[in-house]
């Protein structure tokens, strides 16, 4: 636990540090990562502890992320406001979405979490007027703070989302170590053994579906600032998908590992996109070679590395 | 008052009856057996009492309550518990990590968000205790899918016993075992605390009549038989069954 | 009232469509407890394959021969070689069929560009016939036809034949049918096959009304999907229920409300998921 707590203070100071030596553009990626980071971990609660897989997660991102934008230029860009608004219909959407899809398991379970989130996306798709269809929401200006510092400026909107990566994992990390956390653990190994030891299984899974949520239209908030442009396929399939991955290649049930591996494949994205046009064909071999060959993800791999070294 | 009190309970899937009418009453502190060929229903009599599965009709009552409509994890707060017959445990969580999730279901801080459970020092030390207690202190950090198939039964049994259950259900807690693990696990639940009611479904006539005070013998859905132990040994039509149908 | 009967015709015939893939995606879940993302991918490639073939031959029977040839290939690899690592997970599955689906498309879009194609109807079906007032393309009759010709050929290959037990016996429980005899894994690939085969087919048969377009596998899937979410999955007669409600929703929606046009199929889906989470015929 020791060790945790030393390595995260220490990956928090290389991220406070790197503002430093790093180049506009490569700060700009970095500020990406963090929030993909945040939109992969939030997945891996349902996913990694929990064991929901769901293929719909974009919804609450999507929808954090259009509320966000349509308050700010619709009505007012004001933080206090708008912000909290992104975060409470993320949670609203979560709230309604799981009453369905908790009525369900498995094969099921990735299909209606698919379907609910093609839904919103055909909203966003079909209702122009307000959405403004395929063409999106451009232009979503950056909140003004009482801070002495712009966060229309690079550095500072990096250490903005920075504060809310590490307030996020925070939580987070307390979340899955508190008793609700290890039950969720629990009900991904076995339902019907929590049931009968006393656990209401519905009401953790709901739970940790609508927290799920919540973090996710986080991460969907910080997006439409920092990207000031939001369109349908941040809340389609492809969006939600490529989170499944980012939870499977950093490692299901890891917390952190998820955060890598959202790192990782927007690096990996950027990086190909820059010397060729077929990324999505990459991304779909990226796919099948994780399933094959990683399914316990990076910090699994280092694991079972480790665990051999010292055997 | 009645511990476990079952009323006319049947239940049918598909065009099948697997349970007809079935009544049982048992008494507090009382040790029954439930005996039968495969197939006589006895895991689904389980299943029923633990709420698993919903019956076509009868009521079932705990001390009095009626629970019939009650989901399963409210039984288990009325001090309900049961084992499994194909161990369902946690095989990916240390002995330790699943005694504590035992301890932690009945425990009112069981949907704390925001605080660490390590913060809960009462959780630790009575999982530590239960686990010292039936003497697998030494398999604690072990995971469990590693254990023997032996040591897994009686990790379970410990599960069970976590919340201190009032009534507890043991589906064939010897079943795939050695003739040793047996007397290992015979002896555990020897050693069960005479408060609790337990209803043993059990394969081997042997261990289950050592081990009880009463049997009921349950045969394509419906209750065949019910008496003392002497009574069951003696009834013919009980041996006719054994002799003619028992594979075990 | 030609309005009714001419949207009619057209929802029945696009229904038809989705039926000939929710079939395919419903036999195989029904079988292997594998929901294939790529199903969709299934439809586009039997498309722009069947153009490619059609501008070469110039045959509407051969460009179908080397289509659902093609797709029927496809599948038989993605089974042997990459599902069949992963028996009941459902997860590695949807990842292994996802990253399908991507690689498709975007072969798809490098070799056949991002312009939506019509694939030409074969020449007796280019005319429309007239009953009063509603005319209506033979194309979508032969269609409606193809649909019935499958839905019973299928529905007699499930109840009448040995195969149609043996699968039967497989969806109830594959242990068992291991155990009397019925070799699962050549089951498996016969049956996963056949269901590519059904979606290529349906590439070639939608190709000239819907069309092929990149996005085609994501939409196709999705309607699928729907189809297998209100009908059931695994459940044959549950396809061709779906596939008809969706297809009429769809084509009403979009005349009736545009705007609202997807939300006409996903809101009833939606009504039949708090109802009944297992569909109209799903098994619970």
């Given at each position: 636990?020791?060790?945790?707590?030393?390595?995260?203070?220490?990956?928090?100071?290389?991220?406070?540090?790197?503002?430093?030596?790093?180049?506009?553009?490569?700060?700009?990626?970095?500020?990406?990562?963090?929030?993909?980071?945040?939109?992969?971990?939030?997945?891996?609660?349902?996913?990694?502890?929990?064991?929901?897989?769901?293929?719909?997660?974009?919804?609450?991102?999507?929808?954090?992320?259009?509320?966000?934008?349509?308050?700010?230029?619709?009505?007012?860009?004001?933080?206090?406001?708008?912000?909290?608004?992104?975060?409470?219909?993320?949670?609203?959407?979560?709230?309604?979405?799981?009453?369905?899809?908790?009525?369900?398991?498995?094969?099921?379970?990735?299909?209606?979490?698919?379907?609910?989130?093609?839904?919103?996306?055909?909203?966003?798709?079909?209702?122009?007027?307000?959405?403004g269809g395929d063409d999106g929401l451009p232009s979503v200006p950056r909140p003004r703070l009482p801070l002495p510092w712009a966060l229309t400026e690079g550095v500072p909107f990096y250490y903005f989302v920075l504060i809310c990566f590490a307030l996020a994992t925070g939580l987070l990390a307390l979340v899955v170590s508190s008793p609700f956390g290890q039950a969720l653990i629990g009900i991904r190994e076995s339902e019907r053994r929590m049931e009968v030891l006393g656990y209401d299984v519905w009401r953790y899974k709901y739970v940790a579906f609508v927290l799920a949520g919540l973090f996710a239209g986080l991460a969907g908030n910080l997006f439409v600032y920092f990207n000031g442009f939001v369109s349908p396929?941040?809340?389609?399939?492809?969006?939600?998908?490529?989170?499944?991955?980012?939870?499977?290649?950093?490692?299901?049930?890891?917390?952190?590992?998820?955060?890598?591996?959202?790192?990782?494949?927007?690096?990996?994205?950027?990086?190909?996109?820059?010397?060729?046009?077929?990324?999505?064909?990459?991304?779909?071999?990226?796919?099948?070679?994780?399933?094959?060959?990683?399914?316990s993800g990076l910090v699994g791999l280092v694991r079972q590395r480790l665990g051999r070294s010292r055997a | 008052m009645t511990a476990?009190?079952?009323?006319?309970?049947?239940?049918?899937?598909?065009?099948?009856?697997?349970?007809?009418?079935?009544?049982?009453?048992?008494?507090?502190?009382?040790?029954?057996?439930?005996?039968?060929?495969?197939?006589?229903?006895?895991?689904?009599?389980?299943?029923?009492?633990?709420?698993?599965?919903?019956?076509?009709?009868?009521?079932?009552?705990?001390?009095?309550?009626?629970?019939?409509?009650?989901?399963?994890?409210?039984?288990?707060?009325?001090?309900?518990?049961?084992?499994?017959?194909?161990?369902?445990?946690?095989?990916?969580?240390?002995?330790?990590?699943?005694?504590?999730?035992?301890?932690?279901?009945?425990?009112?801080?069981?949907?704390?968000?925001?605080?660490?459970?390590?913060?809960?020092?009462?959780?630790?030390?009575?999982?530590?205790?239960?686990?010292?207690?039936w003497g697998l202190a030494d398999r604690a950090r072990q995971v469990t899918r590693q254990l023997s198939y032996g040591e897994q039964r009686q990790v379970e049994l410990v599960l069970a016993l976590a919340g201190v259950p009032k009534v507890l259900l043991l589906d064939e807690p010897t079943a795939g075992l050695s003739p040793a693990e047996t007397a290992s696990v015979v002896e555990m639940i020897r050693r069960f605390s005479r408060d609790t009611t337990i209803l043993l479904i059990e394969h081997d006539m042997d261990v289950a009549l050592d081990l009880v005070d009463r049997v009921a013998v349950l045969f394509q859905g419906r209750v065949l038989a019910e008496g003392s132990k002497d009574q069951i040994r003696s009834d013919r039509e009980v041996a006719a069954i054994y002799l003619g149908t028992d594979d075990a | 009232m030609t309005f009714w009967i001419t949207q009619a015709l057209n929802g029945i015939s696009f229904g038809m469509l989705l039926f000939l893939l929710a079939a395919g995606l419903s036999l195989i879940y029904g079988l292997m407890r594998v929901l294939n993302l790529a199903h969709g991918s299934y439809y586009i490639l039997g498309g722009y394959v069947g153009l490619a073939a059609m501008r070469a031959t110039g045959s509407f029977v051969l460009a179908t021969v080397a289509a659902t040839a093609t797709v029927t290939l496809v599948g038989i690899v993605m089974e042997r070689f990459f599902l069949r690592r992963f028996p009941e997970q459902e997860l590695p599955q949807a990842l292994l069929t996802f990253g399908f689906l991507l690689i498709f498309a975007d072969l798809s879009l490098w070799l056949w560009g991002g312009t939506p194609q019509t694939l030409p109807k074969p020449a007796m079906?280019?005319?429309?016939?007239?009953?009063?007032?509603?005319?209506?393309?033979?194309?979508?009759?032969?269609?409606?036809?193809?649909?019935?010709?499958?839905?019973?050929?299928?529905?007699?290959?499930?109840?009448?034949?040995?195969?149609?037990?043996?699968?039967?016996?497989?969806?109830?429980?594959?242990?068992?049918?291991?155990?009397?005899?019925?070799?699962?894994?050549?089951?498996?690939?016969?049956?996963?096959?056949?269901?590519?085969?059904?979606?290529?087919?349906?590439?070639?048969?939608?190709?000239?009304?819907?069309?092929?377009?990149?996005?085609?596998?994501?939409?196709?899937?999705?309607?699928?999907?729907?189809?297998?979410?209100?009908?059931?999955?695994?459940?044959?007669?549950?396809?061709?229920?779906?596939?008809?409600?969706?297809?009429?929703?769809d084509n009403f929606g979009k005349a009736l409300f545009p705007e609202l046009a997807l939300f006409t199929v996903f809101a009833p889906m939606a009504v039949i998921l708090a109802v009944r989470p297992t569909g109209l015929f799903g098994a619970r």
């Open positions: 636990m020791n060790a945790r707590v030393a390595s995260g203070a220490v990956a928090l100071a290389v991220l406070i540090g790197l503002p430093a030596v790093l180049s506009s553009y490569q700060l700009s990626l970095l500020t990406k990562m963090l929030i993909f980071g945040i939109f992969a971990m939030s997945l891996d609660l349902l996913l990694g502890y929990a064991g929901l897989p769901s293929l719909g997660h974009a919804a609450y991102f999507g929808v954090a992320a259009y509320t966000v934008g349509l308050l700010a230029l619709r009505v007012a860009n004001n933080f206090w406001i708008d912000f909290p608004a992104g975060l409470l219909m993320a949670a609203a959407v979560s709230a309604l979405f799981g009453l369905f899809a908790l009525r369900t398991r498995g094969s099921y379970f990735l299909m209606i979490t698919l379907a609910l989130g093609q839904v919103l996306w055909g909203i966003a798709f079909g209702w122009r007027s307000l959405t396929s941040y809340l389609n399939i492809v969006f939600s998908a490529s989170a499944l991955l980012m939870v499977i290649l950093g490692g299901a049930g890891t917390l952190v590992g998820p955060a890598i591996g959202a790192a990782v494949i927007v690096g990996l994205e950027n990086l190909i996109s820059a010397y060729m046009e077929r990324w999505v064909l990459v991304l779909g071999v990226i796919y099948v070679l994780v399933t094959l060959f990683a399914p | 476990l009190e079952i009323d006319a309970l049947s239940h049918h899937f598909g065009g099948l009856t697997a349970l007809s009418n079935v009544s049982l009453a048992v008494a507090p502190g009382e040790r029954l057996a439930i005996i039968g060929p495969n197939g006589a229903g006895k895991t689904t009599l389980f299943d029923l009492v633990t709420g698993i599965i919903r019956p076509s009709a009868g009521r079932i009552r705990l001390f009095g309550q009626d629970v019939t409509r009650l989901p399963t994890h409210r039984r288990a707060r009325l001090g309900l518990a049961r084992t499994f017959q194909i161990t369902t445990l946690f095989p990916r969580l240390t002995v330790l990590d699943s005694v504590l999730l035992a301890v932690q279901g009945l425990d009112p801080v069981r949907f704390t968000v925001h605080r660490s459970r390590e913060r809960y020092g009462h959780l630790r030390e009575r999982a530590e205790s239960l686990l010292a207690d | 079906f280019e005319r429309s016939i007239r009953i009063g007032a509603i005319v209506f393309p033979t194309y979508r009759l032969f269609v409606i036809g193809i649909g019935l010709v499958i839905g019973l050929g299928l529905w007699w290959l499930q109840e009448g034949t040995r195969l149609g037990a043996m699968i039967r016996a497989g969806v109830d429980d594959a242990e068992m049918a291991r155990g009397t005899g019925v070799n699962v894994g050549l089951l498996s690939t016969a049956v996963f096959a056949f269901g590519a085969f059904l979606a290529g087919l349906g590439g070639i048969i939608g190709g000239p009304f819907v069309g092929v377009y990149p996005g085609a596998d994501f939409e196709i899937l999705e309607m699928a999907l729907v189809v297998v979410i209100i009908g059931g999955l695994g459940s044959l007669k549950g396809a061709f229920v779906g596939g008809l409600v969706v297809g009429l929703l």
